[in-house]
């Protein structure tokens, strides 16, 4: 039965590329000093599809393989995120967002440290319980699982889905409220750069599943692969950051 679903599932998701697509385009949305992209994700045909992406946030492109490969991620958050690609316009090179650890506060080092150890104590029992409510055996990984089912998006033929999102020339990435990862670009003032979003999603999606998880998406399309939008100019402000 396994075997079944299985095949069903990868001979579904075989028409998958170039049946979603992704466009960016400036968004007239706007706060203080901070610009906006609209990204649609488009459905361009008459079946049901299932695609596998986090719409929260955007991740920053630092030239990781992990960060690329949902299957071998180290930290499941954001995993599923779209891309941000930059590099100035007449370059070759994309950008690659340097990693900058968050050091806190060494007089409050004790207390960051205490509060690290409840919230993944929090977190290993929401785990827990999210194994024994949907059933989960072993060889399946309990956190990729729930964060999958939590950000899957299902688009009906022909839909559009719109998200807008801020473009930050650093980006701090929560895994959990204590413990956050910060990633920077090495954005110039008053310059010129051309930027696209890029989605990466497993290939293998039924691994990640429950028998019962994967019954309930056999009747949908699955986009597996990557794919990426078109490419915007984006100018920086006057002031270097």
Same mark, same amino acid.
């Given at each position: 039965?396994?075997?079944?679903?299985?095949?069903?599932?990868?001979?579904?998701?075989?028409?998958?590329?170039?049946?979603?697509?992704?466009?960016?385009?400036?968004? +007239?949305?706007?706060? &203080?000093? !901070?610009?906006?992209? @609209?990204?649609?994700? !488009?459905?361009?045909?008459?079946?049901?599809?299932?695609?596998?992406?986090?719409?929260?946030?955007?991740?920053?492109?630092?030239?990781?393989?992990?960060? @690329?490969?949902?299957?071998?991620?180290?930290?499941?958050?954001?995993?599923? &995120?779209?891309?941000?690609?930059?590099?100035?316009?007449?370059?070759?090179?994309?950008?690659?967002?340097?990693?900058?650890?968050?050091?806190?506060?060494?007089?409050?080092?004790?207390?960051?440290?205490?509060?690290?150890?409840?919230?993944?104590?929090?977190?290993?029992?929401?785990?827990?319980?999210?194994?024994?409510?949907?059933?989960?055996?072993?060889?399946?990984?309990?956190?990729?699982?729930?964060?999958?089912?939590?950000?899957?998006?299902?688009?009906?033929?022909?839909?559009?889905? !719109?998200?807008?999102?801020?473009?930050?020339?650093?980006?701090?990435?929560?895994?959990? @409220?204590?413990?956050?990862?910060?990633?920077?670009?090495?954005?110039?003032?008053?310059?010129?750069?051309?930027?696209?979003?890029?989605?990466? +999603?497993?290939?293998?999606?039924?691994?990640?599943?429950?028998?019962?998880?994967?019954?309930?998406?056999?009747?949908?399309?699955?986009?597996?692969?990557?794919?990426?939008?078109?490419?915007?100019?984006?100018?920086?402000?006057?002031?270097?950051?």
């Amino acid at each position: 039965m396994n075997q079944l679903i299985i095949i069903l599932l990868f001979l579904i998701s075989i028409a998958s590329y170039g049946q979603i697509e992704i466009k960016i385009a400036p968004s +007239a949305k706007s706060s &203080a000093g !901070s610009k906006y992209i @609209k990204i649609d994700i !488009s459905n361009k045909t008459d079946k049901y599809y299932v695609v596998p992406i986090d719409t929260l946030t955007l991740r920053p492109f630092d030239n990781d393989n992990k960060w @690329k490969d949902f299957e071998k991620a180290n930290i499941v958050q954001s995993s599923l &995120a779209l891309t941000l690609y930059v590099k100035e316009k007449g370059d070759n090179d994309y950008l690659s967002a340097v990693f900058m650890p968050l050091h806190p506060d060494v007089q409050n080092v004790d207390e960051v440290e205490k509060q690290l150890t409840l919230e993944i104590q929090k977190k290993n029992e929401r785990l827990e319980e999210w194994k024994k409510s949907n059933k989960i055996k072993s060889g399946i990984d309990i956190e990729k699982n729930l964060y999958l089912n939590n950000n899957t998006v299902i688009l009906k033929p022909n839909e559009t889905l !719109s998200i807008h999102r801020k473009i930050h020339h650093d980006f701090t990435l929560e895994v959990l @409220k204590s413990y956050k990862m910060n990633f920077l670009y090495g954005i110039k003032g008053n310059t010129e750069y051309e930027i696209f979003v890029q989605l990466d +999603a497993p290939k293998n999606l039924s691994n990640f599943l429950t028998t019962e998880q994967q019954i309930r998406i056999t009747n949908y399309r699955i986009f597996e692969g990557s794919i990426k939008s078109n490419s915007i100019c984006y100018k920086t402000d006057l002031v270097d950051y």
